[in-house]
């Protein structure tokens, strides 16, 4: 499965952006799907996962208040709505895909997307 991200760019803090992931193949709606973002110098870390009957989970209720990730079955797509973005969400946001149940783990993925990238900047 080919996984395209996008959707990122420039934004100012307290500002909003969706990202999309959009999968090549039908067999995408029966994966879970995680987006993870990393930041120049840091680790690859986890922001949320959808399984593939919709239920979700994210890594805080800090993220978990401000983005909100969900998928068009219809349009072979995940998204992940951000709002009240901190210059600290800057970061290279990946999509990944896997059989099974959602994951913090990102080394349990299968399928990554390129990446998107997001700056938040006054």
């Known amino acids: 499965v080919q996984l395209q991200a996008s959707g990122g760019g420039l934004v100012q803090p307290g500002g909003s952006l969706r990202l999309s992931c959009a999968a090549s193949e039908r067999t995408f709606n029966t994966y879970a799907v995680g987006w993870f973002r990393q930041a120049p110098g840091k680790e690859r870390e986890f922001v949320a996962a959808?399984?593939?009957?919709?239920?979700?989970?994210y890594s805080t209720n800090s993220l978990k208040a401000r983005f909100t990730i969900s998928r068009d079955n219809a349009k072979i797509a995940v998204y992940l709505e951000m709002n009240n973005l901190k210059v600290d969400d800057s970061a290279t946001y990946y999509c990944a895909a896997k059989t099974g149940a959602a994951s913090a783990k990102g080394d349990t993925y299968d399928y990554w997307g390129q990446g998107t990238l997001v700056t938040v900047s006054s």
């Open positions: 959808i399984n593939w009957g919709g239920g979700t989970i």
